[in-house]
């Protein structure tokens, strides 16, 4: 929309007030009030916005690694620009307009730390070979009959499911939680993040949820506002989410899995299809399978971004141990899907879990199927069995955060897919995340230790 349509769609729609912000490398949505005078202003010329948002961690602690920001740069303000294409109106919030922005440096170049960036220069990489990268998300999530108050009273355990016991695709339990459900479609379907289904997942209070297809980019919008939305809309009900990979050591994870195709660039052939194919693949989509196969332990830092990521990667909890692929085989760290019909044909990036930032996996798993595409790789075979099982070929992915930071750090292809600057910013964060995980005494140490040694 132009200014003058914006403020026309503000008026009769009797917008008092705006909330713009963006996210930062942990997947958090930053952001702040303005008035509409404000808005309408920043929307022709950006705004500044502290850039302490990427010289912290999750839980707002200062890097002491930081080179884009930092005590030595004086946190100056970066330049945001606000993305008239991503302005929703969430009916809960009826007289407020929010809307995401990108992040730039004084020099007028994109920020080396903005996610939403670092999707863009992937998506562009495709525009330019002719490519409409196309993508969806879908999240496992775990939903309790808690409030931040007693998330912190309780220091986050034992806390009260939704529903108990073990209800995967329950048509009881939605049920007996349909107003809640119900919030939940409809609110999306207004917020213009339409979902495919909404099911209960195999565990005590825990669902699935599949967004619909589309631009990468939208489809990354979509899926980082349907976890930030998603806690609003839960917290209405006197209920908490969490996105966690595994909250609990006793329960499945939450995965996290992302969908991508590539199409021409009018959007109407899907270029991953070969009907003369007996797997229905393109030479095309084989190469673009091979560069992710080829990436995925490199990567795996922007996949699995946390310590707790790591919990999930053990037999036995549908996460892949190795960097594999397969034909509509689950265990496999890539899981093609070939039908039914041409416009089906896609992969599915099944290492991730529901704690990433939708900007970069797909950033990072869509620039590796690319590399795969310039480099003009051919993929290993496909795994038909239990991709995790004993004697199975491919690479193993890295089992620690301090092992993939390494690994992503030291990776030339990991710098050719995401750019030196973003990369090296990346790696420090996550030595801190590490370096902050060494510092802290867990209750397992408690209970394992501190009356027997």
Same mark, same amino acid.
């Given at each position: 929309?132009?200014?003058?349509?914006?403020?026309?769609?503000?008026?009769a729609?009797?917008?008092?007030?705006?909330?713009?912000?963006?996210?930062?490398?942990?997947?958090?949505?930053r952001?702040?009030? +303005?008035?509409?005078d404000k808005f309408?202003?920043?929307?022709?010329?950006?705004?500044?916005?502290?850039?302490?948002?990427?010289?912290?961690?999750?839980?707002d602690?200062?890097?002491?690694?930081?080179?884009?920001t930092?005590?030595?740069?004086?946190? /100056?303000?970066?330049?945001?620009?606000?993305?008239?294409?991503?302005?929703r109106?969430?009916?809960?919030?009826?007289?407020?307009?929010?809307?995401?922005?990108?992040?730039y440096?004084?020099?007028?170049?994109?920020?080396?730390?903005?996610?939403?960036?670092?999707?863009?220069?992937?998506?562009?990489?495709?525009?330019? $070979?002719?490519?409409?990268?196309?993508?969806?998300?879908?999240?496992?999530?775990?939903? *309790?009959?808690?409030?931040?108050?007693?998330?912190?009273? #309780?220091r *986050?355990?034992?806390?009260?499911?939704?529903? /108990?016991?073990?209800? =995967?695709?329950?048509?009881?339990r939605?049920?007996?939680?349909?107003?809640?459900?119900?919030d939940?479609?409809?609110?999306?379907?207004?917020?213009?993040? /339409?979902?495919?289904?909404?099911?209960?997942?195999t =565990?005590?209070?825990?669902?699935?949820?599949?967004?619909?297809?589309?631009?990468?980019?939208?489809?990354?919008?979509?899926?980082?506002?349907?976890?930030?939305?998603?806690?609003?809309?839960?917290?209405?009900?006197?209920?908490?989410?969490?996105?966690?990979? #595994?909250f609990?050591?006793?329960?499945p994870?939450?995965?996290?899995?992302?969908?991508?195709?590539?199409?021409?660039?009018?959007?109407e052939?899907?270029? *991953?299809?070969? $009907?003369?194919? @007996?797997? =229905?693949?393109?030479?095309?989509?084989?190469?673009?399978?091979?560069?992710?196969?080829?990436?995925? @332990?490199?990567?795996?830092?922007?996949?699995?971004?946390?310590?707790?990521?790591?919990?999930?990667?053990?037999?036995?909890?549908w996460?892949?141990?190795?960097?594999?692929?397969?034909?509509?085989?689950?265990?496999?760290?890539?899981?093609?899907?070939?039908g039914?019909?041409?416009?089906?044909?896609?992969?599915?990036?099944?290492?991730?879990a529901?704690?990433?930032n939708?900007?970069l996996?797909?950033?990072?798993?869509?620039?590796? =199927?690319?590399?795969?595409?310039?480099?003009?790789?051919? @993929?290993?075979?496909?795994?038909?069995?239990?991709?995790?099982?004993?004697? +199975?070929?491919?690479?193993?992915?890295?089992?620690?955060?301090?092992?993939?930071?390494?690994?992503?750090?030291?990776?030339?292809?990991?710098?050719e897919?995401?750019?030196e600057?973003?990369?090296?910013?990346?790696a420090?964060?996550?030595?801190?995340?590490?370096?902050e995980?060494?510092k802290?005494?867990?209750?397992?140490?408690?209970?394992?230790?501190?009356?027997?040694?």
């Amino acid at each position: 929309m132009q200014l003058d349509e914006i403020r026309k769609t503000f008026a009769a729609r009797g917008i008092k007030k705006a909330k713009i912000g963006g996210f930062d490398v942990d997947g958090v949505l930053r952001g702040k009030y +303005v008035s509409l005078d404000k808005f309408y202003s920043v929307l022709e010329k950006g705004f500044g916005f502290c850039d302490v948002i990427f010289g912290w961690d999750i839980t707002d602690q200062l890097y002491d690694n930081a080179q884009v920001t930092g005590w030595h740069s004086g946190y /100056p303000d970066a330049n945001a620009r606000i993305d008239p294409s991503t302005i929703r109106f969430y009916r809960h919030e009826p007289d407020t307009a929010h809307a995401l922005a990108d992040f730039y440096t004084d020099d007028d170049n994109a920020h080396p730390a903005c996610p939403r960036n670092v999707l863009r220069r992937v998506e562009a990489r495709a525009e330019a $070979a002719g490519y409409r990268a196309m993508a969806s998300c879908e999240f496992e999530f775990w939903v *309790f009959e808690e409030n931040p108050a007693s998330l912190h009273e #309780k220091r *986050f355990a034992d806390l009260t499911p939704i529903s /108990p016991g073990m209800f =995967g695709y329950s048509w009881v339990r939605q049920a007996q939680n349909a107003d809640f459900l119900n919030d939940v479609i409809d609110t999306f379907s207004d917020y213009r993040i /339409p979902l495919e289904a909404v099911h209960t997942e195999t =565990g005590p209070g825990v669902y699935e949820a599949a967004l619909t297809y589309s631009d990468a980019l939208e489809a990354a919008d979509r899926a980082a506002l349907f976890k930030t939305t998603m806690k609003q809309i839960a917290h209405r009900h006197g209920l908490a989410v969490t996105f966690m990979a #595994k909250f609990s050591s006793d329960l499945p994870g939450s995965s996290g899995h992302m969908h991508q195709s590539l199409w021409d660039s009018t959007g109407e052939t899907n270029l *991953f299809s070969d $009907a003369k194919d @007996p797997d =229905g693949l393109s030479a095309l989509a084989r190469s673009y399978i091979a560069g992710q196969v080829a990436l995925a @332990p490199a990567l795996t830092a922007i996949y699995a971004p946390f310590i707790n990521s790591y919990k999930r990667y053990v037999p036995g909890l549908w996460a892949p141990l190795t960097a594999s692929w397969g034909i509509d085989n689950r265990t496999s760290a890539i899981r093609v899907i070939n039908g039914p019909g041409a416009s089906a044909v896609r992969a599915e990036y099944r290492q991730t879990a529901a704690d990433i930032n939708p900007y970069l996996a797909l950033a990072a798993s869509i620039g590796a =199927g690319l590399y795969g595409i310039d480099h003009g790789l051919t @993929p290993p075979p496909p795994v038909s069995g239990d991709a995790t099982a004993d004697g +199975v070929t491919g690479e193993a992915l890295p089992t620690t955060l301090s092992a993939a930071a390494r690994m992503f750090s030291e990776s030339e292809g990991a710098r050719e897919v995401l750019g030196e600057a973003f990369v090296d910013h990346y790696a420090r964060t996550r030595d801190w995340e590490c370096r902050e995980h060494q510092k802290a005494v867990t209750d397992w140490e408690l209970a394992r230790y501190f009356e027997a040694v």
